[in-house]
Structures are given as structure tokens and as C-alpha cells.
């Protein structure tokens, strides 16, 4: 077309008009009539495609179930067949799926265990200690997210800190990084948490008291939780935990997007999920209009900050969207993408751990009495008082009980990285270039060998020794982060493992200093859910009752 143009313009005459103006009109106009046509046909082809494996896909599987004859016995429970790999064993454990692969990994010598998925897909699990420093620590850099991990994840969490590899990530570690300091998690728990709970939390929970009726705990945690970050990292207060519990329409909705995108994180066959996406079908269309909304509600918070920071060029303290908005970043979907990040990481980590540790505490009066008994021995008795962060750092007891429900039910119970490069982990797993590894810290908690043959049982003494300088007081005896990664470890340790604690602690006792807290049903045994993180199904309904002050 260059030569073409160039030709007509040195030589002008009719012929030249209709070479030069009419025949370069055909052609655009059958250009662009091509590319409809290939559109359509490509559209058609997809349609096809999905179609077809919608029809053959059940049958090829019906025939296998009839034909059982010649599976792979790779692994006894997971029998493997061709092309399918181990889908009908992970199918029927669908519902219990991290408790399954627990299951298998704890049955290996190694305690590592390959899951064949359909296609020839293969995953790696493990609860190895020596692997997952490999993986965290020693080789850390052969071990990113990965670039699948981050498609699949990228509509939700965007490039936000935990779908994030190389630079994006550390620019984003070190910026946050500097909002867990002393001095903030001294106001942090001083101020935010102790005015959530004397403003909200124990007025709901008492009445509920005053009532006698049954409330769900794991909501009421949620909610206290989703406040408490959404003030300190965003200076933004949903008051979302009101006496009222009234209805959340945006907890829903991310509720709803959390547990679509972990459905499509764990397809077993993924390009049926981009196959529903690019066609706007089924559970990726409504996960779609979820993520919408929940878009929405980050960029208010974020024009709402934005808004702020125009009407005045300092604040009393500078929170975490701040530090974003003002280091520079024009970009407001990646802005966006941290807070969606943020928001999960405070709203769902700490109150699942909580909402577990009530639970256990519920069946072990002797904890309870134990914590009751620190919690006593407190300097400053009432919530605020001014030596609250000195009180909560003391409670070692208190602490040792957290991490012990959380060794039983940790927050986020698999963690997945990606091989950059062919490897070999230290139990001697050959890993391929590419292959999705997981680290299992609800398995590594369950390792006899690591924490010996108790290790079914809630006993916050394993964590813990008689301080030799003073009799009668505990000293706390953590374990490596490699062999409790509740918090992950190396390089992408968790920044707020601090807060964590010191907020946990502080609910713990603003709640049981006034309250006792039971099942509403007795003998209540929870149903383990996990999209992300680990949850009770239905939630967790309890009676509150005032305790009886001696």
C-alpha cells in the first residue's frame, strides 16, 4: 500500500484515481469483511470446542468408570488413567479437598505427593520442611507465583502484592513495609483495635448476652476484622460491625468473587475456564459482575483518600493507601488492585484463625481458665487503658494458644508456587520447569513426627516452657517458620505477622475478661471450608452469656 500511494501521487490522471482511491477502497472493505468473517469463524470454533468437550468429556468418563480395569497405581487411593489422570478421585473428594490431600501427603514416605490432573497437568504437594525452605528460602527466586498462577488470579487480585513476582513485588514489600513498625502497631492496637472493641464488638457481644439469641460468630469476626483494616491500612472507616449486624451487600459480593475465583483456581482442566470466560458463560460471567462491583467499592475508598490528601497536604498519620497515592503511582487499576489485596489479607486471615480458636477453646475449660488467668494478671484491666500494647505483647500463654489452633487450622492452608527452572528438592522430588508446587501448612501440622503422637489434640503447652526467672511464668518456644509457614517464610515472610498477633490477643481478652462464648448447638462439630482461607460452613453460631465476675 506504501508503494502504492506513492506511485499515485507522482502520477495523476484518471486511471491513477480509480488504481489509487477505488481499488484501495475494495480492499479495505474486503479487508474488513475478511476479518468479520474470521471473527465469526473463530467465535463459531470456540463454540464448537466447548460444545464438544461438554458432550465427550462426561462420556469418555462413564466409560472409564465401567472400564476400571487398567488405572495407573501410582498411588493406591488416587488411581490415574489416561488423558484424565486422577479427576475421578479428585471429583468425589471435592468437598474436602485440602483434608484429602492432607490425607495423601501424610500417607508418603516423603511427604511429598504428585496429583495427576486430566491432560497430563501435574502438581506438586508437600509437608516437607527441608523442601519448603527450599522453596521459600534457599532457591527462592526459581520459585515465583508464576505466570499462570498470576492469569488466573489477575481479574481479582490484579498485580496487587499476593498475585505479584520480581520488581512489582518488592516495590510494593518495601513501601508497605514501612507501616509495620513499632510505633504503628503500638497505635494500631491502641487505638483502632481497642476502639472497635469498646465501640462495637463487646456492645454487640453483650447484646447478644442481654438477648439469649444465638449470632454467628465467624460474621461478627469478619466484620471486626474488615473494619479494623480498612482504618489502619486505608483511613477509612465501613462501620461495618454495628449492633444491628445489618446487611453487608459488599461482604457478600467478595465473599461470592472469593469463592468463584478459588473454584477457578483449582479447575483441574483450566482452559475450560478461559473458555467460559472469552464467552461470557456460566460461573465466569457472574464471576465477572462480582469482581465489578468489587472494584468499585476499592476505587471509592481510593477517590475518597485521593479527595482527602487534595484538601490537605499532611495527615495526623500516614496510612498505607496514602504511601501508594503519594509515591508517585498515576495508575489507578494497580492502586485499586493493592487495596483488594489488602482487604482480603486483614479481613478473612485473622478472623478465620479466631473463629477456630473460639471453637476449640469451647471444648478445653482448662485453656480457657489458663488465659483467664494471664489475662488477670494484666497490668491495665480495662480495654484502652494506656498500657494496652504492653499488655497484649506479655500474654504469652494467650499466644501459644493462637498459634496452636492455627497449627490445627491455619489460615491459609496451601500455598502455590511455580518452577521457573527444572530442580530437584532435597527429598529428592524431581521438579520440571513450569510445575505448580504446592506447601501445605494444614498437613505440616499435622506431621507426627514433627509434633508427635498428640498431635490431634488443641494443647497450647507444646509451645511453651516454665521461665527459669520466675516461677510460675511461661516462656514461648516458636518453632522454625519452615516447619509452621502459618506466616510463610524468607523473603515473602507475612509484614503483618505482628499484627496479627497483637490484634488476636487483644480480641481474645476484650472478649473473654467479660464474656463466655459456647455452640449454640451442643456438641457442634464444624464442617471445613476453604476457598482461600479456612472457614466454618454456615458460619459459627454461639450463645454469649456474661461471665460471672468472682
Excluded at 506466616?487 to 481474645?508: E, H, S, T
Amino acid at each position: 500500500m506504501q508503494n502504492l500511494t506513492s506511485t499515485c501521487s507522482m502520477v495523476p490522471s484518471p486511471f491513477n484515481y480509480y488504481k489509487c482511491a477505488v481499488i484501495p477502497n475494495i480492499h479495505m472493505q474486503y479487508s474488513n469483511h475478511l476479518h468479520k468473517t474470521m471473527d465469526l469463524q473463530s467465535s463459531a470454533l470456540g463454540y464448537f470446542i466447548f460444545f464438544s468437550i461438554s458432550l465427550l468429556f462426561p462420556l469418555l468418563i462413564l466409560f472409564l468408570l465401567k472400564n476400571p480395569s487398567h488405572p495407573s497405581t501410582a498411588t493406591a487411593t488416587a488411581p490415574t488413567y489416561p488423558l484424565l489422570g486422577s479427576i475421578l478421585t479428585i471429583w468425589r473428594n471435592k468437598q474436602r479437598r485440602v483434608q484429602w490431600i492432607s490425607d495423601m501427603i501424610l500417607s508418603t514416605p516423603t511427604l511429598t505427593f504428585t496429583l495427576h490432573r486430566p491432560l497430563g497437568y501435574r502438581q506438586l504437594f508437600t509437608a516437607n520442611a527441608a523442601n519448603v525452605q527450599h522453596l521459600l528460602k534457599n532457591h527462592f527466586y526459581n520459585y515465583p507465583k508464576g505466570a499462570a498462577f498470576r492469569a488466573t488470579l489477575r481479574d481479582f487480585l490484579g498485580d496487587g502484592i499476593f498475585n505479584a513476582d520480581a520488581d512489582n513485588w518488592k516495590f510494593q514489600r518495601q513501601l508497605s513495609s514501612h507501616q509495620f513498625n513499632t510505633k504503628s502497631l503500638r497505635r494500631f492496637v491502641e487505638t483502632v483495635v481497642d476502639e472497635e472493641l469498646s465501640d462495637r464488638l463487646v456492645p454487640v457481644l453483650g447484646g447478644a448476652a442481654s438477648s439469649a439469641a444465638a449470632v454467628d460468630l465467624q460474621d461478627i469476626l469478619q466484620r471486626f476484622a474488615f473494619d479494623n483494616i480498612c482504618r489502619i491500612a486505608f483511613g477509612y472507616d465501613p462501620a461495618y460491625l454495628l449492633p444491628s449486624l445489618p446487611e453487608v451487600e459488599f461482604a457478600e459480593v467478595f465473599d461470592s468473587a472469593l469463592n468463584l475465583i478459588s473454584e477457578r483456581f483449582n479447575s483441574n482442566i483450566p482452559f475450560l475456564w478461559k473458555i467460559n470466560r472469552a464467552l461470557g458463560l456460566g460461573k465466569e460471567k457472574k464471576l465477572m459482575g462480582k469482581i465489578d462491583e468489587v472494584r468499585e467499592f476499592a476505587k471509592k475508598i481510593m477517590r475518597e483518600k485521593e479527595s482527602e490528601l487534595r484538601r490537605r497536604s499532611t495527615l495526623e498519620s500516614e496510612d498505607l493507601l496514602s504511601s501508594f497515592l503519594r509515591s508517585g503511582q498515576s495508575d489507578e487499576e494497580f492502586v485499586v488492585d493493592v487495596v483488594i489485596c489488602f482487604i482480603l489479607a486483614g479481613r478473612d486471615t485473622t478472623s478465620a484463625a479466631l473463629t477456630w480458636f473460639f471453637w476449640l477453646l469451647s471444648s478445653h475449660p482448662e485453656v480457657e481458665a489458663e488465659i483467664l488467668r494471664e489475662i488477670n494478671q494484666g497490668k491495665d484491666s480495662d480495654i484502652g487503658g494506656g498500657g494496652a500494647y504492653d499488655e497484649v505483647k506479655s500474654m504469652v500463654y494467650t499466644h501459644a494458644a493462637i498459634s496452636e489452633a492455627m497449627r490445627l487450622y491455619p489460615p491459609v492452608p496451601v500455598s502455590t508456587k511455580s518452577a521457573l527452572n527444572d530442580d530437584v528438592l532435597p527429598d529428592g522430588t524431581v521438579v520440571r520447569k513450569g510445575t505448580r508446587i504446592s506447601y501445605h501448612p494444614y498437613a505440616m501440622g499435622r506431621v507426627e513426627e514433627v509434633w508427635g503422637a498428640d498431635w490431634a489434640e488443641f494443647r497450647p503447652r507444646r509451645w511453651l516452657e516454665e521461665a527459669e526467672e520466675e516461677k510460675g511464668r511461661w516462656r514461648f518456644v516458636g518453632r522454625d517458620p519452615y516447619t509452621y509457614p502459618v506466616f510463610q517464610a524468607g523473603p515473602r515472610i507475612c509484614l503483618g505477622k505482628d499484627m496479627a498477633y497483637l490484634q488476636m490477643k487483644r480480641v481474645v481478652a476484650g472478649i473473654l475478661r467479660r464474656f463466655t462464648v459456647v455452640p449454640a448447638e451442643e456438641g457442634f462439630s464444624p464442617v471445613y471450608v476453604s476457598d482461600f482461607t479456612s472457614k466454618m460452613k454456615g458460619g459459627f453460631m454461639v450463645r454469649v452469656r456474661d461471665r460471672v465476675r468472682s
